[in-house]
T-cell receptor, first 113, second 115 residues
């Protein structure tokens, strides 16, 4: 069985500060990992994905995530937060079969001016 | 990039009526489509998985007779909320996947309010 844990349902950072959103997963097979962002009253937009290639994945809007198998983690980072980064972020894992995606409970990011 | 169009974005209906939500993949053929429900400040709850031409697979606790899913083609899936009640008010999001190792592409969601 697969699952995703996002530590911290709310994260606040100052504008310009480092953003770190945590995601740990459990999977019995090599996982496919994803980060999505959701703005109010909208669907989810893919930020980045890991599908067994390079462990450091770069995504849109300056975000990146590193797959660490030993820690079963896929934390999302951005060096310098921007006001427009304020949103809900979801980590997801799948087996790559297209049949099931498991989402974390989400982390709400607030950026303080 | 892959685009999923969901319509309507917002709908208000009276208790007892039915509402149909459409989900279309605009520039790719979706082998599988998923329907999610999202409660305020909560994560996404998978309701059902649908494959073109076959019956949808519903998650435990989701009433298949209430939430009718039709996946008539590789680019269109519909969710019909039948005999809607106020507790069905929620944000419904569809997503589609093209290949087995590709990410989910999401529609922009439908805000359903049942009065």
């Amino acid at each position: 069985a697969q699952s995703v844990t996002q530590l911290g349902s709310h994260v606040s950072v100052s504008e310009g500060a480092l953003v770190l959103l945590r995601c740990n997963y459990s999977s019995s097979v090599p996982p496919y990992l994803f980060w999505y962002v959701q703005y109010p009253n909208q669907g989810l937009q893919l930020l980045l994905k890991y599908t067994s290639a390079a462990t450091l994945v770069k995504g849109i809007n300056g975000f990146e995530a590193e797959f660490k198998k030993s820690e079963t983690s896929f934390h999302l980072t951005k060096p310098s937060a921007h006001m427009s980064d304020a949103a809900e972020y979801f980590c997801a894992v799948s087996e790559g079969t297209g049949n099931q995606f498991y989402f974390g409970t989400g982390t709400s990011l607030t950026v303080i001016p | 990039g892959a685009v999923v169009s969901q319509h309507p974005s917002r709908v208000i209906c009276k208790s007892g009526t039915s509402v149909k939500i459409e989900c279309r993949s605009l520039d790719f053929q979706a082998t599988t489509m998923f329907w999610y429900r999202q409660f305020p400040k909560k994560s996404l709850m998978l309701m059902a998985t649908s494959n073109e031409g076959s019956k949808a697979t519903y998650e435990q606790g989701v009433e298949k007779d209430k939430f009718l899913i039709n996946h008539a083609s590789l680019t269109l899936s519909t969710l019909t909320v039948t005999s809607a009640h106020p507790e069905d008010s929620s944000f419904y999001i569809c997503s589609a996947i093209e290949l087995s190792d590709s990410p989910l592409h999401f529609g922009n969601g439908t805000r359903l309010t049942v009065t």
